[in-house]
T-cell receptor
Protein backbone atom coordinates (compact mmCIF):
# COMPACT_ATOMS: atom_id res chain seq x y z
CA UNK A 1 0.00 0.00 0.00
CA UNK A 2 1.55 3.30 -1.07
CA UNK A 3 2.21 5.80 1.69
CA UNK A 4 1.80 9.55 1.77
CA UNK A 5 3.73 11.19 -1.05
CA UNK A 6 5.00 14.75 -0.88
CA UNK A 7 6.55 16.69 -3.74
CA UNK A 8 8.99 18.21 -4.16
CA UNK A 9 11.36 16.89 -1.48
CA UNK A 10 13.53 19.99 -1.53
CA UNK A 11 12.88 23.55 -2.58
CA UNK A 12 14.93 26.74 -2.51
CA UNK A 13 13.19 30.10 -2.85
CA UNK A 14 13.99 33.74 -2.17
CA UNK A 15 12.17 36.20 0.03
CA UNK A 16 8.98 37.58 -1.46
CA UNK A 17 8.34 34.62 -3.74
CA UNK A 18 5.50 32.17 -3.34
CA UNK A 19 5.58 28.39 -3.26
CA UNK A 20 3.16 25.50 -3.70
CA UNK A 21 3.72 22.11 -2.07
CA UNK A 22 1.83 18.97 -2.99
CA UNK A 23 0.61 15.98 -0.98
CA UNK A 24 -0.97 12.73 -2.14
CA UNK A 25 -2.59 10.87 0.76
CA UNK A 26 -2.86 7.13 1.30
CA UNK A 27 -5.56 5.67 -0.91
CA UNK A 28 -8.93 5.86 0.84
CA UNK A 29 -7.85 8.56 3.27
CA UNK A 30 -10.00 11.66 3.09
CA UNK A 31 -8.31 13.84 5.69
CA UNK A 32 -5.06 15.67 4.99
CA UNK A 33 -3.25 17.73 7.63
CA UNK A 34 -0.24 19.96 7.19
CA UNK A 35 2.46 20.68 9.77
CA UNK A 36 5.54 22.88 9.93
CA UNK A 37 8.64 21.63 11.71
CA UNK A 38 11.39 24.04 12.78
CA UNK A 39 14.19 23.58 15.33
CA UNK A 40 12.81 26.33 17.55
CA UNK A 41 9.06 25.65 17.44
CA UNK A 42 8.94 21.92 16.82
CA UNK A 43 6.00 20.41 14.95
CA UNK A 44 3.14 22.85 14.58
CA UNK A 45 -0.26 22.28 13.01
CA UNK A 46 -1.09 24.43 10.00
CA UNK A 47 -4.49 23.22 8.78
CA UNK A 48 -6.56 20.16 7.97
CA UNK A 49 -8.76 19.40 5.00
CA UNK A 50 -11.53 16.84 4.75
CA UNK A 51 -13.71 16.31 1.70
CA UNK A 52 -12.34 19.46 0.04
CA UNK A 53 -13.23 21.64 3.06
CA UNK A 54 -10.88 23.18 5.60
CA UNK A 55 -12.00 21.63 8.86
CA UNK A 56 -9.32 22.97 11.22
CA UNK A 57 -6.80 25.76 11.20
CA UNK A 58 -3.74 26.48 13.30
CA UNK A 59 -2.26 29.83 14.32
CA UNK A 60 -0.45 30.79 11.16
CA UNK A 61 -0.81 34.01 9.13
CA UNK A 62 -3.02 34.20 6.07
CA UNK A 63 0.05 33.84 3.82
CA UNK A 64 -0.32 30.13 4.48
CA UNK A 65 -3.22 28.58 2.63
CA UNK A 66 -4.25 25.25 1.24
CA UNK A 67 -6.82 23.35 -0.68
CA UNK A 68 -7.96 19.82 -1.29
CA UNK A 69 -9.14 18.28 -4.50
CA UNK A 70 -11.91 15.75 -5.12
CA UNK A 71 -9.35 12.92 -5.18
CA UNK A 72 -8.19 14.00 -1.68
CA UNK A 73 -4.84 15.28 -2.94
CA UNK A 74 -3.90 18.51 -1.23
CA UNK A 75 -1.74 21.51 -1.95
CA UNK A 76 -0.31 24.08 0.41
CA UNK A 77 0.64 27.56 -0.71
CA UNK A 78 2.83 30.11 1.02
CA UNK A 79 2.90 33.62 -0.42
CA UNK A 80 5.38 36.45 0.18
CA UNK A 81 7.97 34.11 1.61
CA UNK A 82 9.97 35.21 4.66
CA UNK A 83 13.27 33.87 5.98
CA UNK A 84 11.39 32.39 8.95
CA UNK A 85 9.36 30.18 6.63
CA UNK A 86 12.41 27.96 6.15
CA UNK A 87 11.26 24.66 7.57
CA UNK A 88 10.30 21.06 6.92
CA UNK A 89 6.66 20.94 5.81
CA UNK A 90 4.95 17.66 6.58
CA UNK A 91 1.69 16.31 5.30
CA UNK A 92 -0.28 13.58 7.07
CA UNK A 93 -3.36 11.66 6.05
CA UNK A 94 -5.98 9.68 7.90
CA UNK A 95 -9.41 8.23 7.28
CA UNK A 96 -10.79 11.34 8.93
CA UNK A 97 -14.06 9.87 10.17
CA UNK A 98 -14.73 8.79 13.70
CA UNK A 99 -12.27 9.38 16.48
CA UNK A 100 -9.06 7.58 17.26
CA UNK A 101 -7.59 7.67 13.80
CA UNK A 102 -3.78 7.76 13.58
CA UNK A 103 -2.27 10.09 11.05
CA UNK A 104 0.37 8.80 8.67
CA UNK A 105 3.05 11.17 7.50
CA UNK A 106 4.95 11.74 4.30
CA UNK A 107 8.68 12.45 4.29
CA UNK A 108 8.13 16.18 3.94
CA UNK A 109 9.28 19.04 1.76
CA UNK A 110 12.37 20.87 2.96
CA UNK A 111 11.88 24.55 2.10
CA UNK A 112 14.85 26.90 2.29
CA UNK A 113 14.41 30.66 1.91
CA UNK A 114 17.46 32.69 0.82
CA UNK B 1 1.55 27.67 25.91
CA UNK B 2 3.02 24.21 25.43
CA UNK B 3 0.15 21.78 25.95
CA UNK B 4 2.24 18.65 25.40
CA UNK B 5 5.65 18.43 27.01
CA UNK B 6 8.48 15.97 26.76
CA UNK B 7 10.83 17.15 29.45
CA UNK B 8 13.75 14.88 28.57
CA UNK B 9 15.52 16.06 25.41
CA UNK B 10 17.53 12.85 25.26
CA UNK B 11 17.77 9.34 26.67
CA UNK B 12 20.59 6.82 26.40
CA UNK B 13 19.95 3.11 26.97
CA UNK B 14 21.90 -0.12 26.62
CA UNK B 15 20.73 -2.67 24.06
CA UNK B 16 18.37 -5.22 25.59
CA UNK B 17 17.29 -2.94 28.44
CA UNK B 18 14.05 -1.03 28.79
CA UNK B 19 13.60 2.46 27.33
CA UNK B 20 11.01 4.66 29.04
CA UNK B 21 9.97 7.87 27.34
CA UNK B 22 7.71 10.29 29.18
CA UNK B 23 5.17 12.87 28.15
CA UNK B 24 2.96 15.29 30.12
CA UNK B 25 -0.04 17.24 28.91
CA UNK B 26 -2.09 20.09 30.29
CA UNK B 27 -5.24 20.11 28.15
CA UNK B 28 -7.89 17.91 29.77
CA UNK B 29 -9.82 17.85 26.48
CA UNK B 30 -7.22 15.58 24.90
CA UNK B 31 -8.69 12.10 24.50
CA UNK B 32 -6.38 10.31 22.08
CA UNK B 33 -2.63 10.03 22.38
CA UNK B 34 -0.03 8.81 19.91
CA UNK B 35 3.68 8.12 19.75
CA UNK B 36 5.71 8.65 16.61
CA UNK B 37 9.30 7.79 15.76
CA UNK B 38 11.30 9.98 13.43
CA UNK B 39 14.58 9.32 11.63
CA UNK B 40 16.52 12.18 10.02
CA UNK B 41 15.27 13.12 6.54
CA UNK B 42 12.10 11.06 6.99
CA UNK B 43 8.61 11.86 8.17
CA UNK B 44 7.32 10.67 11.56
CA UNK B 45 6.29 7.02 11.65
CA UNK B 46 3.25 6.06 13.72
CA UNK B 47 4.14 3.61 16.52
CA UNK B 48 1.28 3.17 18.91
CA UNK B 49 -1.73 5.03 20.29
CA UNK B 50 -4.07 4.97 23.25
CA UNK B 51 -7.56 6.25 23.84
CA UNK B 52 -8.36 8.07 27.07
CA UNK B 53 -10.77 5.28 28.06
CA UNK B 54 -7.81 2.92 28.45
CA UNK B 55 -4.75 3.02 30.68
CA UNK B 56 -2.52 0.65 28.72
CA UNK B 57 -2.00 -0.48 25.15
CA UNK B 58 0.56 -2.99 23.89
CA UNK B 59 1.96 -3.72 20.46
CA UNK B 60 4.91 -6.05 20.38
CA UNK B 61 7.88 -4.44 22.11
CA UNK B 62 5.98 -1.17 22.58
CA UNK B 63 3.62 -0.40 25.45
CA UNK B 64 1.99 2.94 26.16
CA UNK B 65 0.66 3.77 29.62
CA UNK B 66 -1.79 6.59 30.31
CA UNK B 67 -2.38 8.15 33.73
CA UNK B 68 -5.26 10.57 33.21
CA UNK B 69 -5.30 11.92 36.74
CA UNK B 70 -1.65 12.90 36.43
CA UNK B 71 -2.03 13.91 32.77
CA UNK B 72 0.97 11.74 32.01
CA UNK B 73 1.77 9.07 29.47
CA UNK B 74 4.82 6.97 28.85
CA UNK B 75 6.17 4.71 26.14
CA UNK B 76 8.03 1.58 27.15
CA UNK B 77 10.25 -0.22 24.66
CA UNK B 78 11.36 -3.69 25.74
CA UNK B 79 13.90 -4.89 24.79
CA UNK B 80 15.55 -1.86 23.25
CA UNK B 81 17.45 -2.36 20.00
CA UNK B 82 20.04 -0.14 18.25
CA UNK B 83 17.53 0.33 15.40
CA UNK B 84 15.22 2.06 17.87
CA UNK B 85 17.61 5.01 18.00
CA UNK B 86 15.57 7.96 16.71
CA UNK B 87 13.59 10.98 17.88
CA UNK B 88 10.33 10.04 19.60
CA UNK B 89 7.38 12.40 19.60
CA UNK B 90 4.37 12.29 21.81
CA UNK B 91 1.18 13.76 20.27
CA UNK B 92 -2.35 14.40 21.46
CA UNK B 93 -5.72 14.95 19.86
CA UNK B 94 -9.02 16.25 21.10
CA UNK B 95 -11.37 14.31 18.88
CA UNK B 96 -14.46 13.57 20.91
CA UNK B 97 -16.09 16.88 20.16
CA UNK B 98 -15.49 16.43 16.47
CA UNK B 99 -13.96 19.86 16.16
CA UNK B 100 -10.30 18.99 16.37
CA UNK B 101 -9.99 16.20 13.85
CA UNK B 102 -6.63 16.20 12.21
CA UNK B 103 -5.11 18.63 14.69
CA UNK B 104 -2.31 16.86 16.48
CA UNK B 105 -0.46 18.75 19.21
CA UNK B 106 3.13 17.50 19.50
CA UNK B 107 5.72 17.47 22.23
CA UNK B 108 9.23 18.68 21.49
CA UNK B 109 10.61 15.16 21.09
CA UNK B 110 13.12 12.96 22.91
CA UNK B 111 16.25 11.67 21.21
CA UNK B 112 16.67 8.00 22.09
CA UNK B 113 20.08 6.41 21.64
CA UNK B 114 20.38 2.65 22.12
CA UNK B 115 23.98 1.51 22.52
CA UNK B 116 25.04 -1.99 21.39
Amino acid sequence: KAGVTQTPRYLIKTRGQQVTLSCSPISGHRSVSWYQQTPGQGLQFLFEYFSETQRNKGNFPGRFSGRQFSNSRSEMNVSTLELGDSALYLCASSLGQGINQPQHFGDGTRLSIL
Amino acid sequence: DQQVKQNSPSLSVQEGRISILNCDYTNSMFDYFLWYKKYPAEGPTFLISISSIKDKNEDGRFTVFLNKSAKHLSLHIVPSQPGDSAVYFCAALSGAGGTSYGKLTFGQGTILTVHP
